[in-house]
Structures are given as C-alpha cells and as structure tokens.
T-cell receptor
Framework: KNEVEQSPQNLTAQEGEFITINCSYS?????LHWLQQHPGGGIVSLFM???GKKKHGRLIATINIQEKHSSLHITASHPRDSAVYIC??????????????FGTGTSLTVIP | DTGVSQDPRHKITKRGQNVTFRCDPI?????LYWYRQTLGQGPEFLTY????????KSRLLSDRFSAERPKGSFSTLEIQRTEQGDSAMYLC????????????FGPGTRLTVL
C-alpha cells in the first residue's frame, strides 16, 4: 500500500468545468505538496500546505490534517491545465531520511 | 541561480553501456535527491545526499547504480551495464534541511536504453 494515494488516476473534463483531485496519506507529515507536470515537462511546485487552504489564481488547495486528506480544485478549467498533478508529503521528523513520499499522480485532460 | 539543472536532457544508449548524468542543485540547498519516474507513475526515490554525504539509498538502487556528490554541490548518477528496464526519466531535486519546504525539481534526464 502506498503512503500517498490519489484519486482519480485519470480525469477528462470539458473546458470551464470545476475539477477536484483528491489525496489521502497514511503517515505523519509536516507538509503536503501539490506538484504539476506537463507532458514531457519538468515538475513544478504549485502549493505547500500544512493546514487550511491556499489559493493561487484558479487553483485552490485544502488540507484536513485530522482526516489526512487534501484536495486540489481547479475552477473554470482550461485546456492549458492539462497535466499530471502529483501529491507529495514531507514526513514528520525524525523520519526525514527520504523526506518526500509521492502519489502516482492524476492525469488531467481538459477538452476545449 | 535560477533553479536545478540537469545534463543531459536526453540520452539514448545501447544495452550494456555505461551512462552518467549530472545534477546542479540550487546553490544554497544542502539536500539533493535522485528519483526515477516511469510513464504513468509518480517519482520513485533512489538516493539522497546531505551536503557530500549519501545518507540513504533505495532498494531500487542496484549495484549497477552509483551516485556521488563530491563537494556537496553538483551530483552525478552513473548507471553501469545499462538494461532496457533502466529506461526512465531520472529526476534530481534539491531542498533545504529542517524545513518542510517542497523539493525543487530539475527538468530531468530521459534515458532510453535500446
């Protein structure tokens, strides 16, 4: 069983739709990260969360520490949002050796 | 310093050959990580350094793999006697110790073993 689970694995949406990607984790964390990877591209960090909610443009990330769950929302989705979205967690010290565990990603396709 | 860089970006090699990849992290980051990513999967941890010390290696890292970070700055990952199963994207990331700050990833080196 992976320490970080994401759902759905694949998601297709029409342009303009509201999108939600979910992430659950089973380890003690100091922070959760949402990452974006475009096809053939590098990985970029979107958000780092330790509590509550963050918003950047059309992207919103929330985390519930008690339930060990986070969601990434995209409002008014656009074809340029098509990418793989990866959830990752930073472990709680002293288990900081590996430091980051990653989900397998959610592949999002937004159709015009 | 604009981020993490990796060289080469693409490498095609024949089975049995040795390959070496380089990663230049963000200069003030003392932790450096190597990950491998195959199609449809998230990054898999290979190894990490704190300064020049290699502190952890994954069981995925067979004897054919070796990584160094001789001066605590850039790092190299060498794969000896490559196999077709080694074909993947090799990602380098760096971060600071003691912070929950996210890793900064390099663009990756895509290895194809024919």
């Amino acid at each position: 069983k992976n320490e970080v689970e994401q759902s759905p694995q694949n998601l297709t949406a029409q342009e303009g739709e509201f999108i939600t990607i979910n992430c659950s984790y089973s380890v003690g964390i100091s922070a959760l990260h949402w990452l974006q990877q475009h096809p053939g591209g590098g990985i970029v960090s979107l958000f780092m969360l330790s509590s509550g909610k963050k918003k950047h443009g059309r992207l919103i990330a929330t985390i519930n520490i008690q339930e060990k769950h986070s969601s990434l929302h995209i409002t008014a989705s656009h074809p340029r949002d098509s990418a793989v979205y990866i959830c990752a967690v930073s472990l709680t010290p002293p288990n900081t050796g590996n430091q980051f565990y990653f989900g397998t990603g959610t592949s999002l396709t937004v159709i015009p | 310093d604009t981020g993490v860089s990796q060289d080469p970006r693409h490498k095609i090699t024949k089975r049995g050959q040795n390959v070496t990849f380089r990663c230049d992290p963000i200069s003030e980051h003392n932790r450096l990580y190597w990950y491998r990513q195959t199609l449809g999967q998230g990054p898999e941890f290979l190894t990490y350094f704190q300064n020049e010390a290699q502190l952890e290696k994954s069981r995925l890292l067979s004897d054919r793999f070796s990584a160094e970070r001789p001066k605590g700055s850039f790092s190299t990952l060498e794969i000896q006697r490559t196999e077709q199963g080694d074909s993947a994207m090799y990602l380098c990331a760096s971060s600071l110790t003691g912070l929950a700050g996210g890793p900064t990833f390099g663009p990756g080196t895509r290895l194809t073993v024919l």
